[in-house]
């Protein structure tokens, strides 16, 4: 006949059971756990906010190549005028393309006048490296896409210079040509050429007015 084993001996057995670890190893091994839980948690965020923001990035960079790749096909059959200036047909505005030796392309239908105002503008840009600022501001709102600042920003920085400039052009040829060469700029910022998200290109033309912003997330929402 088995042992009969009494309830006071059966807790004093139990009691008597050592754990294989002490409490504070398992509570060392719980918070270890925790860590490294929370950690690839953060890392995968991480990830998951590059990846977007590499997307928007080469989303503006591919953007501003079409760009290029669309004036260099509307240049290719274009006449060098005299020095960087050269004529092009299916052009509707004046623009600065390049940045070690930038060019000066005008549209065909220019006046004389209308010529010479242009001339005096576009140099001036170049003089005072506006093709090249622009291009590291392009540079900072391709990193800073996400940004509506930045945007706005840029925008503001291509006014002032087309606003400077053009207080330049007016000191440097008197100010009775300011009816003259007011006409003359509304007649060639009538057509936009899209340039103002261009790595290498420098037009009047900045008003992008947020709509590539909206553009460049919608690409990205597409993508995904």
């Known amino acids: 006949m088995p042992e009969m084993v009494s309830t006071g001996q059966l807790v004093m057995h139990m009691t008597s059971i050592e754990p294989e670890g002490s409490f504070e190893e398992y509570d060392a091994d719980f918070s270890a756990f925790y860590t490294n839980h929370e950690t690839n948690v953060n890392l995968n965020a991480m990830q998951i906010v590059f990846v977007i923001w590499l997307i928007g990035f080469a989303i503006m960079i591919i953007r501003s190549l079409s760009s290029l790749y669309k004036i260099e096909k509307q240049t290719e059959c274009s006449m060098l005028f005299k020095d960087n200036v050269y004529i092009a ?3 509707d505005s004046p623009f600065v393309i390049g ?3 930038p060019k ?3 549209p065909s239908s220019l006046s004389e006048e209308d ?3 242009v001339l005096a503008h576009e140099k001036y840009h170049i003089k005072r490296r506006d093709h090249i600022i622009k291009f590291i501001g392009f540079i900072a709102l391709s990193i800073h896409w996400f940004n ?3 945007w706005y920003m840029y925008e503001t920085m291509c006014l002032d210079m087309e606003t400077s400039c053009d207080e330049a052009v007016l000191k440097q040829m008197g100010d009775d040509i300011k009816e003259n060469y007011s006409l003359t700029l509304l007649k060639n910022s009538g057509v936009k050429l899209n340039l103002s998200l261009s790595l290498f290109s420098f037009s009047r033309d ?3 007015d947020f709509n590539s912003f909206s553009k460049t997330f ?3 929402i597409k993508g995904l």
């Open 89 to 91: 047909d299916y052009i």
């Open 104 to 106: 000066i392309y005008i």
């Open 206 to 208: 900045c008003s992008i």
């Open 148 to 150: 509506l600042a930045v």
């Open 115 to 117: 010529l010479a105002y």
């Open 99 to 101: 940045l070690i030796k």
């Open 218 to 220: 919608n690409l990205f």
